[in-house]
């Protein structure tokens, strides 16, 4: 009895433990995102010492990592992922600031040899103090589909909302490409959103995170409504998801942002959201050469400020290799 009285206040520390996510008493509430650390184990110093100088430079109150934080091929074994895990963890849990991921369509390639599925890792990662994951709902596509709300500065009503999404790997053979956010997942966020609403009495808005874009990035950027570099194309699934029309319909989500493109950064406003890339924060895997004197702008993260008075609205940059900031948008 004993032991198990101490295993539940052993739980339930950890959980207490785990951060909240409030405005601060000035009503401003910043994000930073980082995708595509793209490493093994042995993370390279220079993506660690990036991440550190732009949190240290921002000091956001959330951090969220827009997939592929472990490279396809990397990691034999299960202490192998966790290991990479933790390098990746390391400067956000050293700053006790809170963070998050959504699964890239590279995280998971070492199930082959790991056989250690997502609901595992997921867990793995939930296991660090200042993680925010979790499995998300059962029986949809994905893992970590999920959505954190934001408390006021003074109050515990939410203000804001962080959705997080698994846009998947690879589609069927059949269908070729990359994979894409499936009707169960959009059903699954179009009716939280309406409950969200019902309980609260308004809508609640929120930015939306997943890695793989959607065509409507690329519509974007061909009618040339963008700033920023775009140095690829998109990689988007042959799938049409209808998540952006569900996004556009309920009005909540006033942007989506992606990763999966190492070397794009812009960002613009399509149909009344903003669509963007963060660009890659790690150095092990593809972008442009050291000797192009467009690289140390090819790499960083992106900064989001929300307002207390007006969530409605926010503005955006990016943070580069060099410490330089883009263009606010």
């Not at 794009?264 to 004197?293: C, H, M, Q, T």
Request: hydrophobic share 40%.
């Amino acid at each position: 009895m004993a032991l198990a009285v101490l295993i539940f206040a052993f739980v339930q520390s950890a959980w207490a433990a785990k951060p909240e996510l409030r405005f601060r008493a000035d009503g401003t509430f910043k994000i930073v995102s980082f995708s595509d650390t793209q490493d093994d184990e042995t993370l390279d110093p220079r993506t660690t010492a990036l991440m550190e100088r732009i949190l240290d430079a921002e000091k956001p109150d959330f951090v969220v990592i827009i997939g592929d934080c472990i490279a396809g091929g990397a990691c034999a074994t299960i202490d192998e992922v966790k290991q990479a895990i933790t390098q990746v963890a390391h400067p956000m849990e050293k700053r006790k600031i809170p963070w998050a991921i959504v699964f890239g369509n590279h995280d998971m390639e070492h199930y082959g040899k790991t056989k250690w599925g997502k609901e595992g890792v997921i867990d793995f990662y939930a296991s660090f103090p200042c993680n925010l994951n979790v499995r998300g709902p059962e029986r949809i596509h994905g893992v970590g589909n999920a959505h954190l709300l934001v408390k006021g500065s003074k109050t515990d009503s939410p203000v804001f909302n962080i959705w997080l999404i698994d846009s998947g790997m690879y589609a069927p053979a059949r269908i070729g490409g990359y994979d894409w956010i499936h009707a169960d997942q959009v059903n699954w966020y179009y009716n939280t959103s309406k409950a969200l609403q019902s309980r609260y009495g308004r809508k609640i808005p929120g930015l939306m995170f997943f890695h793989i874009p959607i065509h409507e990035f690329t519509d974007m950027a061909k009618a040339g409504k963008i700033v920023g570099d775009r140095l690829e194309g998109e990689g988007s699934s042959k799938i049409h998801s209808a998540i952006f029309a569900s996004v556009l319909e309920r009005g909540d989500v006033k942007g989506i942002f992606c990763g999966h493109e190492h070397i794009n950064s812009f960002v613009g406003e399509w149909k009344g959201i903003r669509l963007g890339y963060g660009a890659s924060a790690g150095f092990a895997d593809y972008n442009l050469p050291d000797n192009d004197p467009r690289v140390n702008r090819t790499r960083g993260g992106r900064v989001y400020l929300i307002k207390e008075s007006d969530p409605w609205t926010f503005t955006t940059w990016m943070r580069f290799t060099d410490n330089t900031t883009g263009e606010r948008f």
